[in-house]
């Protein structure tokens, strides 16, 4: 099984975290299940995000995808997300 793992810092949590949970369905339809969401212990408003992937294809292309990144913009992240896809 494969999984995507994002990091990005958020200017403001409460704002990105409704934003987050507003896109869910659309990151079901890309394959993705959300597995964990963790704070930095010594920056709290840097997020990392697990994802466990279905599809490594439709998951990259959903990474990339203008959508992710308007929504992603608008949610208040700062600078692009760090994204790794990984697998056992």
């Given at each position: 099984m494969a999984h995507m793992l994002i990091r990005h810092k958020?200017?403001?949590f409460a704002k990105w975290?409704?934003?987050?949970?507003?896109?869910r369905q659309t990151r079901a339809a890309a394959g993705l299940k959300d597995l964990h969401l963790w704070h930095n212990v010594d920056d709290p408003k840097?997020?990392?995000?697990?994802?466990?992937a279905a599809d490594v294809s439709k998951a990259k292309a959903f990474a990339v995808s203008a959508?992710?990144?308007e929504r992603m913009?608008?949610?208040g992240v700062i600078g692009p997300p760090d994204i790794s896809f990984l697998s056992a």
């Open positions: 958020v200017r403001d975290k409704a934003a987050y949970d507003g896109h840097e997020i990392l995000l697990l994802f466990e959508e992710l990144k913009t608008a949610a």
